[in-house]
């Protein structure tokens, strides 16, 4: 199955990643490549086969944990935003989304 | 002392024969008159570096004694390291001074080791070259036209040219066990779990697991004493009683059965790796091994399953980089959904972006059961091969990767060709199982070859006691790289 360039503007609005229009056809090229590897997955019969979606889940038995939901964390704020582009306040400040 | 094991160093250091400001003043002085030419470390911090090195002499002066204490050790620029720049070979992460330690780094510091900076990788752990690096492309010191591997590229080439006597990495498809035999050295990919990923910036997180280089079986054994154990912040980590890595490094060989799958024997092997790797079969038959033929059918789709869930992994991890609350933010921008757009285009390399569209389109609308969930059942498959392996046999033998090292730019132009090279690496994580790579050999160009042997899980120490059998009777870990002579930095 092959990408078209509607496809890659599409993923790439999805990705929220600018992709100038000289390179699409390159990443289209690529992206193409990849998938050209990845197709040979399509005719594996899989019937009846569990998804495995976790290292360890084809070991049984070995669930994710769970904690209690209870604040563990100390406040560090300053030290947090010390690294932010941009703060003011003690709120990361963004362009404006509201008129 | 520069090509001394760690277990040689700790005696050293035990006995007072040399202190750790003078061992850490040794290694900064080799690291710093040989990056300029292998670009194995991002940030070399000698400071750091001699504070910690006082403060191990402290330790031991007061009597205190330990496998690491006063040990130098070099952190991949992927676990996060308070006060540091931890870039993950990112531009996006080319301004973060980390505000807190990962699991990892606190670990290691509290054992005593001595930090002298952090080394160079494939942009966010993506790529098996090294050159995918915002940083440039670290070398390889046997050879400095050709590539380290990656995706831990920089520690493999800094324990090689004895920067360092052990490097901190992450696997995710091969990115400890590929880089560690194209540069002859050792490395432990460890069970999925066992190695926090607290402060481990995030790729492929059902993949991601950290682990240790070193100059030998033995030392990897001493690392991971200190490195593995259960981390309440990781929901991945597993809770099990501490284990000691190093209890069979005097396993008996005789009797073992060591699985020989055909899928690492066929063809696409380069004839120099296939002779070392042979000769390593033989030199385990010789010592009581039994040698098996075992099969792992769908090994040869491991590959493919792994470039569905790795970038849809990390199509979701790196969603997180918006140049909001760290990390690179563009200059200019019309609205927030551009400053978005323009802060990733900018900030994420070409592999990264590649790998994060494969992945949004893989788990996109129409597309999510065509090619995640049929990836995933396949992954269970391959995970089958091997726990239908482990009825014949006790680990699995054959080559870590299908060549040795290649010329930079050689598989640039080429994502899948690259790919390729981990094409013996992929299988293990993808069933969450330890694999470990030590040297066997060099092909015709005298460029080091890797063995790999994968175990079931939690199976380490029987891999790392199979592996110092092997290192007790030949010398290919020792062999020093042919670029980085023992003199260079010295005299300082």
């Not at chain 2, 007072?16 to 003078?22: K, L, P």
């Not at chain 2, 950290?210 to 597993?238: Q, V, W, Y």
């Not at chain 2, 190093?246 to 120099?272: C, Q």
């Amino acid at each position: 199955m092959s990408l078209s360039h509607d496809d890659v503007a599409r993923i790439a609005r999805l990705a929220r990643i600018d992709i100038p229009a000289a390179e699409t056809g390159e990443v289209l090229q690529q992206l193409n490549r990849v998938l050209g590897l990845v197709d040979e997955l399509r005719a594996v019969d899989t019937t009846g086969v569990e998804p495995m979606a976790h290292a360890l889940d084809a070991r049984g038995g070995m669930a994710q944990r769970l904690r209690p939901d209870e604040a563990t964390e100390p406040d560090r704020r300053e030290a947090y935003q010390a690294v932010a582009p941009e703060v003011a306040d003690g709120l990361y400040l963004v362009p404006r989304v509201l008129e | 002392m520069l090509n001394a094991t760690v277990a040689q160093l700790a005696r050293a250091l035990g006995r007072r024969e040399i202190s750790s400001v003078e061992l850490a003043r040794l290694f900064l002085a080799r690291t710093q008159a040989l990056n300029a030419g292998l670009n194995a470390f991002i940030t070399i911090d000698p400071d750091r570096a001699l504070a910690d090195a006082r403060a191990a002499d402290a330790r031991i002066a007061s009597g205190e004694r330990g496998p690491l204490l006063g040990i130098p050790l070099a952190h991949k620029d992927i676990f996060c390291t308070r006060g540091m720049l931890t870039s993950c070979g990112s531009r996006m992460l080319s301004n973060f001074v980390s505000p807190y330690d990962a699991g990892v780094v606190e670990r290691m510091a509290r054992a005593g080791t001595v930090l002298l900076g952090k080394t160079n990788m494939d942009e966010f752990a993506m790529g098996s070259s090294n050159e995918s690096s915002w940083y440039g492309p670290a070398r390889n010191p046997w050879d400095l036209a050709r590539v380290p591997g990656g995706s831990s590229g920089g520690s493999a080439a800094a324990v090689a040219a004895r920067m360092v006597p052990a490097a901190t990495g992450t696997d995710t498809g091969g990115s400890i066990r590929q880089p560690a035999a194209l540069t002859g050295v050792c490395g432990l990919k460890p069970t999925y779990g066992t190695v926090s990923r607290y402060g481990m910036i995030a790729y492929a997180s059902s993949l991601d697991q950290g682990g240790p280089f070193g100059k030998s079986a033995e030392d990897l054994a001493i690392l991971m004493n200190a490195m593995a154990g259960f981390d309440t912040r990781d929901s991945t980590s597993l809770e099990r009683p501490d284990e000691d890595y190093a209890r069979s490094l005097d396993v008996n060989l005789a009797g073992l059965r060591i699985g020989l799958p055909e899928e690492f024997f066929g063809e696409g092997i380069e004839p120099g790796v296939r002779r070392a790797v042979d000769e390593a079969v033989r030199w385990f038959e010789k010592a009581g091994a039994k040698t098996v033929r075992v099969r792992l059918p769908n090994a040869r789709l491991a590959v493919p399953v792994y470039y569905v869930i790795a970038p849809a992994e990390a199509s979701s991890n790196l969603s997180r980089y918006d140049g909001v609350r760290y990390g690179h933010r563009a200059a200019e921008y019309a609205d927030l959904a551009d400053m978005y757009r323009r802060s990733r285009a900018e900030g994420f390399g070409r592999e990264v972006k590649r790998r994060i569209l494969i992945g949004t389109y893989v788990l996109s609308h129409g597309y999510y059961d065509a090619y995640y969930l049929q990836a995933q059942k396949v992954r269970r498959l391959i995970a089958q091969d091997f726990a239908e392996a482990w009825r014949h046999c006790d680990l699995i033998l054959g080559p870590t990767s299908p060549g040795t090292a290649f010329p930079l730019g050689a598989n640039s132009d080429d994502p899948v060709k690259m790919y390729l090279n981990d094409i013996f690496t992929i299988p293990a994580p993808l069933a969450g199982l330890p694999g470990l790579s030590i040297p066997c050999g060099f092909d015709e160009a005298g460029l080091p070859v890797g063995l790999q042997l994968m175990g079931d899980h939690f199976s380490e120490a029987l891999l790392l006691g199979a592996g110092h059998r092997y290192q007790q009777d030949t010398d290919w870990h020792l062999r020093m790289p042919r670029e980085t002579p023992l003199d260079t930095g010295a005299g300082k």
